[in-house]
């Protein structure tokens, strides 16, 4: 069973650039999450996809925007980086919206704006 | 509205000694509760949830949580830590199954030998 993967694992970019992240869920998941998780902070909610369709949205700006794939991977773009947008991206997934609700969780990317 | 609150950003504890971790938590409907751990850059590891089954919640590593629904809380203790547990430990709320988590802040652990 192959876990969640993600990629990069690590980058840097200026602000005003445009970045994506890349998410590979758990086999047989088909719910995939992503949360920002700031330095000394815990996770925060950007938004959920399940079944190529964005199930709901924590209160973040519309230049963050993500997309689902037939195979259930994921994409989270962020647009118009700014300094604060610095933070581990985690991208979690799920057998669906239901049942127990637990996550598995990726290592993260972690993005340096500068 | 969900919230979460740690008390306790960091905890120093003796090898052998109890690790107790505050959690309490807000939720407008019967919640579904967890604790997460994160070891240096690694992503979240589930330790142990509640899902309005037995109060009293067993996890991995020897940690379990009691849910207290008077006081809000669910408290995560382990009898004797260990070396290895020193983490970040995150509590965290969800108001459905599946749906989007809302974490606390986060408590790291130090085990001093």
């Known amino acids: 069973e192959t876990g969640v993967t993600q990629s990069p694992t690590h980058l840097i970019k200026t602000r005003g650039q445009q970045v994506t992240l890349r998410c590979s869920s758990q086999s047989g998941h088909n719910t995939v999450s992503w949360y920002q998780q700031a330095l000394g902070q815990g996770p925060q909610f950007i938004f959920q996809?399940?079944?190529?369709?964005?199930?709901g949205r924590g209160n973040f700006p519309p230049r963050f925007s993500g997309l689902q794939f037939p195979n259930y991977s994921s994409e989270l773009n962020v647009n118009a980086l700014e300094l604060d947008d610095s933070a581990l991206y985690l991208c979690?997934?799920?057998?669906?919206?239901?049942?127990?609700?637990?996550?598995?969780f990726g290592e993260g990317s972690r993005l340096t704006v500068l | 509205a969900q919230s979460v609150t740690q008390l306790g950003s960091h905890v120093s504890v003796s090898e052998g000694a109890l690790v107790l971790l505050r959690c309490n938590y807000s939720?407008?409907?019967?919640?579904?509760l967890f604790w997460y751990v994160q070891y240096p850059n690694q992503g979240l590891q589930l330790l142990l949830k509640y899902t309005s089954a037995a109060t009293l919640v067993k996890g991995i590593n020897g940690f379990e949580a009691e849910f207290k629904k008077s006081e809000t809380s669910f408290h995560l203790t382990k009898p004797s830590a260990h070396m290895r547990d020193a983490a970040e430990y995150f509590c965290?709320?969800?108001?459905?199954?599946?749906?989007?988590?809302?974490f606390g802040g986060g408590t790291r652990v130090l085990v001093k030998p």
């Open positions: 979690a997934s799920s057998a669906g919206t239901g049942g127990t609700g637990e996550l598995f």
């Open positions: 965290a709320v969800s108001e459905a199954a599946g749906n989007k988590l809302t």
């Open positions: 939720s407008s409907v019967p919640p579904y």
């Open positions: 996809y399940y079944r190529e369709e964005e199930n």
